[in-house]
Each structure stands twice: as C-alpha cells, then as structure tokens.
C-alpha cells in the first residue's frame, strides 16, 4: 500500500474514531440537558482547539486535510451547542 494511501486511512480511521468516542456524551448530555458534571472551561477550550484544527484542516497545502476537517466541524458544533446548555443551566436557569 502506497504511504499517502495509509496517511489517509489512518486519519479518516482516526477522525471516525474520535467521532464516535465523542459523540454519545454530546447526544446524552443535549437529550438529558444535564450538565451538572461538566467543567465550562474544558468545553470552550476544546471549541476553541477544534476551530484550530478546522483551519489547520481547510488551510494545509496542497490540498486539505478533509479528515481534520470533518471531525473538528463534528468536535466543534457539539462542544458549542453543549457549552450553551451548559451556559443556559449555570447562568439563566438559576438565577
């Protein structure tokens, strides 16, 4: 198997990887709305590095790295709808 071959299926395995890992805890933590066990800067910070790699992603030459590039838009949409529930509870609902 040629080198890039592999380089590209070990990001794709990896971006497929982190997906799944990361997912369900988004999924429950939006269905249940229950966000008393996370830290709000640990979800801000792995927005903010998710954002990162989507630029990293898009940007690298001569083509872009799609596989940084999808599972950093996935990482990144989750982490900010789960940081404004997370906002939502901590700040507007208790008060």
């Known amino acids: 198997m040629e080198q890039s071959t592999i380089y590209e299926v070990c990001g794709w395995i990896a971006s497929i990887s982190m997906i799944l890992g990361y997912l369900p805890q988004a999924i429950e933590t939006i269905r249940t709305r ?6 709000l800067p640990t979800f801000l910070m792995m927005g903010v590095g998710a954002v990162c790699f989507m630029l990293q992603g898009i ?9 940084l590039f999808v599972t950093n838009l996935v990482t990144c949409t989750c982490s900010f709808i789960v ?13």
Do not use: S
């Open 59 to 67: 940007l690298h030459r001569p083509e872009p790295l799609w596989a």
């Open 83 to 95: 940081f404004v529930i997370k906002i939502y509870n901590d700040y507007i609902k208790k008060k």
């Open 34 to 39: 229950n966000t008393d066990g996370i830290a």
